[in-house]
């Protein structure tokens, strides 16, 4: 590789690109309804407790890996360990990222469609906005129609690169979203009766719970922080030598969680406030569907003055999340093809594009396909890749390099003293967790 890598330009930069690809529809959309298939606040322990114990050490280790090889995912593999299998831990990783964006952009392209919507009025003249999602539901070409424009979008920041298009609209719509969902969640949690939904979200109801509630929750984790396929390895090899790897991983775990926890105090009071039928909402719930976001969130903009700037800015904000998520999955493919196969960042992009756009379509005309896909990445191959990233940084990684990592070359003397621990969580802790929870899952 001769030509320079680049670098992302500054230390909120940083944070900004890789909170960015952790924010996006699976804290808004994904995790609202994994929570209530989980049973409200039982889900939100155990997610919290997988954030704590593998998101953040995961995280560091995938920066550790980028930053060490400063390479595309299975480029990292290669470089660290030359000439092993290991490398096929990254390309199981671009693959998950053809996974995840077959369905991820079919998601992007309602939060369009619902946003043209708002800014034409006609989804406030809507009586039944269930019945109106299923329609959307039912309409394979309107999903198209709104996904392959997504899919063009992520395209144009890609090729714009990595500097300009990446870090600098994370650093302007992150904070912008992050201030709207407060609002919201204060609308929320004064609507009458919206109590009931937050005691779904924050008391523990043990009559819910099934058997898979913690694969689901360690699924979720992965798929929220951005984790298990590589993605924090690419962006971690764009970072400066004296970015604090670990701070950096607390920082975005935090910031996502933060935002996922806000959505459901935006979704969930306000589903419980504005039911007609408050004897069946739980059970309504738990049976979930993807549609709990596009049918709650238009039902509380009603209740607000001016609610088509509302639903508007909401709907807006909530692509540009998704957009910038989608921007680091495109990233892992667009890398790995212009790296590994000297394919020009243009031509990759849109060999990525016309993949992509037709899971996409197989995903609009089939909704056991958009499902398979979700259910492939998130329970399964995010989980898998987690499990062999620790293993490689656990089993394989020169505990040497680890501590460079950790210390910025020794600049940083204090971090010294969590490498036994850390290392301790990656080589047994966590394997073991992470396959006995997989087991669980699928057996139990
Ligand atoms: N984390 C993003 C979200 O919550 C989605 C995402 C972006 C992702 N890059 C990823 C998920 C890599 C898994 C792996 O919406």
Known sequence: MTEK???????????????GSAVGLGNIWRFPSQTADGGGAIFILIYIACILFFGIPLMMSEFMVGRAARANTAGAFQKLAPGTPWKWVGRLGVLTGFVIMGFYMVVSGWTLDYFFQSLSGSLHKVDNLSAHFDALQANPVRQIAWMIPFVFLSVFFIVSGVKKGIERSAKIFMPLLFLLLIVLAIRSITLEGAIRGLSFLFRPDLSHVKSTVFLDAMGQAFFSL???????ITYGSYFNNNTDLAKTSIQVSTLDTLVAILAGVVIF?????LTANPETIVNELVAGGPGLLFIT???????MPLSMVWSALFFCLLALAALTSTISLMEVVTVYLHEEYRVSRLKGTLLVSAGVIILGIISSYSSL???????????????????????FMGWRLKKNLILLQLTNNGELPARAKLLNGYLFLLRYVIPIAILSIFVYGIVG
């Open 369 to 391: 396909f958009f499902n398979v896909l979700d259910v492939a990445s998130a329970k399964f191959m995010l989980p898998i890749g987690g499990f062999f990233i620790c293993l």
């Open 226 to 232: 951005s984790l298990g396929m590589g993605c924090m």
């Open 297 to 303: 969130l238009p039902e509380l903009f009603n209740q």
């Open 269 to 273: 009071p306000s589903a419980f406030a």
């Open 5 to 19: 890598r680049v670098t992302f330009a500054s230390k909120i930069g940083i944070v900004a690109a890789a909170a």
